[in-house]
C-alpha cells in the first residue's frame, strides 16, 4: 500500500506507546521508586506520503483513556493537518493493530464512518495488522520521543506534567500535537447512544468507507434544515412528513427526529402518515407539495460502509 500511494492518497500507522512516566531531575528515593508520578499518554504514528514521503507524528495527553473515543480525539488534529498541507489528499488509509478496546470495535466503526468525511475526506480504509506482528514504525516514534525526554532530565531539567513534556519536546523533527482532556470529552458528543456491537468484529481485518454523490458544497444540506421546519423523512420506500424537533450535525449522516406525523424518532406507519396528512392544513399541505419536488431533485447523500472479514 506505502508503494502505490498517489497524490490523492495517504497512509497513516498508528499505535498507542506505553505511557510516559514522568520524572524529576532529582528525586527522593520515595518519588523515585513510588507511583505518584504523572502519566502522559502518547499516541504515535507515521504519514505515508506518494513519492516516498514520510513524516512522523504524535499527539499527548494527560488524559490516560485509550478508547475509540479517546483515539479519535488523538486523531483529530491529524486529520486537520493532512488536510492543510495536502489539500489534494481526499483518500485516507489508515493502519494499525487489533486491540478491541481501542481501534477494533463498534464505537471506532461509527467514528471512521464519519468524522473522517466532516474534514472532506473521500473514501476511507481502516486496515488491522495480524497478532503478534511485532514492532511497527509508530513504536520506533515513541521508542524515541521517550527516549529524548530521558537524556532532557538526565541533563537537570525535570518534566513533571504533560505541558512540561510537550514544551520540551516540540521542538523536533516528530510532529507534536497535545490533546486535552475536555476534548476528549467532548468527543463523547459525537457518538450517538445505543450503538449495535458489529457482529464478529474479532474477524473484520479491513474496513472501507465511502461516500457517494458528494457536494461540492459539503454543508448545503444542513444548512437547509431547521428545528420546526416541515420535512419529508424517507423510510422504507415511502414519505412521511413531520416537523423537525431535532438535528444532530455530526456529519453528513443527519438523524431528523420528526413530531405532528412523523412520530417519535422520526418514522411512523401508513396509518400515522394518513392520519398527519388529514389533520395538515392547506398551507402545510402546499408546502408538503414544495418539499416532495425539492426531494426529487436533492435526495440526501448516501455513504456506504463495507467490512472486510477472514475465517
Given at each position: ?23 524529576y531531575?532529582?528525586e527522593?528515593k520515595d ?18 506520503l506518494?513519492?516516498g ?12 483513556e ?25 483518500n485516507?488509509?489508515f ?27 473521500q ?8 497478532a ?7 513504536d ?30 516540540k ?10 482532556e475536555?476534548?476528549i470529552?467532548a ?23 465511502f ?14 434544515i431547521?428545528?420546526?421546519q ?8 415511502d414519505?412521511?412528513p ?9 456529519s453528513?449522516?443527519q ?40 426531494y ?13 472479514t477472514?475465517?
Open positions: 500500500m506505502k508503494d502505490t500511494l498517489t497524490d490523492d492518497a495517504v497512509a497513516v500507522h498508528v499505535d498507542y506507546s506505553e505511557n510516559y512516566s514522568c520524572k531531575a532529582k527522593i518519588t523515585h521508586f513510588g507511583t505518584g508520578n504523572d502519566q502522559v499518554t502518547l499516541h504515535t504514528g507515521v504519514l505515508y506518494s513519492r514521503r514520510v513524516e512522523a507524528f504524535a499527539s499527548l495527553s494527560v488524559c490516560l485509550h478508547d475509540a473515543v479517546a483515539t479519535w480525539a488523538h486523531l483529530d488534529p491529524v486529520l486537520r493537518y493532512i488536510r492543510g498541507k495536502y489539500p489534494e489528499a481526499h485516507i488509509h493502519i494499525s493493530d487489533g486491540p478491541t478496546s481501542q481501534y477494533r470495535n463498534k464505537t471506532s466503526f461509527y467514528l471512521a464512518s464519519t468524522v473522517p468525511f466532516m474534514h472532506g475526506f473514501w476511507v480504509t481502516w486496515n488491522y495488522t495480524e503478534s506482528h511485532g514492532k511497527g514504525s509508530p520506533g516514534v515513541g521508542g524515541a520521543l521517550k527516549n529524548l525526554a530521558d537524556r532532557i532530565v538526565s541533563y537537570g531539567t525535570s518534566i513533571p506534567d504533560a505541558d512540561s513534556l510537550y514544551e520540551q519536546l521542538n523536533n523533527s516528530v510532529t507534536l500535537y497535545k490533546v486535552s475536555e476534548k470529552k468527543s463523547c458528543k459525537l457518538v450517538p447512544p445505543n450503538l449495535k456491537t458489529v457482529t464478529g468484529t474479532m474477524k473484520i481485518h479491513q474496513c472501507h468507507m461516500s457517494e454523490g458528494r457536494d461540492e458544497d459539503p454543508d448545503r444540506t444542513e444548512a437547509t431547521e428545528v420546526g416541515w420535512v419529508l423523512v424517507e423510510y422504507d420506500g414519505l412521511f413531520g416537523t423537525v424537533t431535532q438535528v444532530n450535525l455530526i453528513r449522516f438523524l431528523i427526529f420528526g413530531s405532528d406525523g412523523a412520530g417519535e424518532g422520526g418514522v411512523c406507519d401508513k396509518t400515522k402518515k394518513l392520519n398527519a396528512m388529514k389533520h395538515t392544513t392547506d398551507t402545510q399541505r402546499r408546502s408538503l407539495e414544495e418539499l416532495k419536488l425539492q426529487e431533485s436533492m435526495k440526501p447523500q448516501s455513504r456506504s460502509l463495507c467490512l472486510t477472514r475465517n
